[in-house]
Each structure stands twice: as C-alpha cells, then as structure tokens.
C-alpha cells in the first residue's frame, strides 16, 4: 500500500511559510530522526527535511508494516528536531 504522497498539500504550503531565522543553510538542522512505530513498534529511522519548514506534518508509512504514520516535526532554534509518530487518525 503507497499511500505516503496522498496529502502532500501540507509539504507545499509550509514551504512558503519557512521561517527566516530558522538555521538551513548552516547544515545544522537535523536530517533524520529515529522513530517507534505505534503499531508495530520498530526502531526506524526516517529521513527530515529541514527546507520544508521548522514545522511541518505529514503522512508516511511504516517502512516494516505499511501503516500510515501521522508525522510531526518541530525544529527548535538551533535545527534539533523534535519528531513524533502517532497512528493516522482520519
Ligand atoms: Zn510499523
């Protein structure tokens, strides 16, 4: 089931809100985050990207049991993500 680029809406309009302060193009910003799955509660880890926004959610699917995840990412001023997985609620 490929469901990830569904609701890809989100990505887009974040993008033109990037805040300027937010430290991009310093390489500071984390670029990936280790994640547990809440269904089958795996160890993976997914790739961020710190150009779509200092806040941004989305929808990804577990790379072990396809699940859609509800993604949220928060970086903080120094690019540290803060990520957090939850089950998809429709
Ligand atoms: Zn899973």
Do not use: K
């Given at each position: 089931?490929?469901?990830?680029?569904?609701?890809?809406?989100?990505?887009?309009?974040?993008?033109?809100?990037?805040?300027?302060?937010?430290?991009l193009g310093d390489g500071?910003?984390?670029?990936?985050?280790?994640?547990?799955?809440?269904?089958?509660?795996?160890?993976?880890?997914?790739?961020?990207?710190?150009?779509?926004?200092?806040?941004?959610?989305?929808?990804?699917?577990?790379?072990?049991?396809?699940?859609?995840?509800?993604?949220?990412?928060?970086?903080?001023?120094?690019?540290?993500?803060?990520?957090?997985?939850?089950?998809?609620?429709?």
């Open positions: 089931m490929r469901g990830s680029n569904g609701n890809g809406d989100a990505d887009y309009h974040q993008r033109e809100e990037l805040d300027e302060d937010f430290p500071t910003a984390d670029l990936d985050a280790s994640v547990e799955c809440p269904y089958c509660g795996a160890a993976v880890e997914i790739a961020l990207d710190p150009g779509s926004g200092s806040s941004q959610d989305y929808v990804e699917d577990c790379e072990v049991c396809c699940q859609p995840w509800q993604v949220v990412v928060r970086y903080d001023d120094e690019g540290h993500a803060e990520v957090s997985v939850t089950p998809l609620v429709e």
